[in-house]
């Protein structure tokens, strides 16, 4: 007897079917294959089997828009570095792991359901970036350097730290994170970076 085969879902992937279409095809017409205990079978829509499909699905779509955005922040200079980041696509990644639920379910050969029409969902959608949260300890950093410079192309020698948070407040009297707490909060931090820097 011949060893149980599918085509998995790795497979339709690998084949250019998108994790929308395999998605709506596990929800109307279930799905085969071995469930997370090693069992074979044909497991109906509403299965554990088919929900750890779609979990599988959902997983490497996230993947994949981490992957895109990547790849968006940093395109390759070259075809080195194209093929590089190919190597790195999830699709490569998910290959080296069988116990996937991507490599595990799928269709029986000629069980296949037929595929909803790519052209109905819309293109994968990257995520928008959050704007990076402004740093107090940053501002403060910045205003400290900015500072210690002025005194230093001057001539002066570095005042006590009081009269260094003195001249910041007073050089940056309407930056908003740049206020008498919030310097006292951070001055340390910003010394010891100076300090580094030196």
Known sequence: MEPISIQSLYTLLSQGNSVAQLATAIQ??????????????????????????????????????????????????????????????PLEAAGDFQSLSIHRLG?????????????????????????????????????LLNVLAGLRSNGHRIPSEDQLIEKMLAKFPTVKWVKRTTIQNNFSDSKAAVSQAS
Do not use: C
């Not at 089997?49 to 390759?76: C, I, M, R, T, V």
């Open 28 to 89: 109307k017409h279930g799905i085969h294959g071995w469930d997370r205990f090693g069992r074979f079978g044909k497991f109906s829509a509403t299965s554990d089997a088919s929900s750890e499909a779609l979990d599988g699905l959902a997983e490497f779509f996230n993947e994949e828009l981490k992957y895109l955005e990547q790849l968006e922040a940093n395109p390759p200079e070259s075809a080195e570095g194209m093929a590089f980041l190919a190597s790195q696509s």
């Open 107 to 143: 269709w029986m050969d000629g069980q296949i359901p037929v595929m909803p029409e790519a052209d109905s969902f819309p293109p994968t959608p990257l995520r928008k970036r959050k704007a990076t949260p402004e740093s107090p300890s940053l501002h403060v950093l910045g205003a």
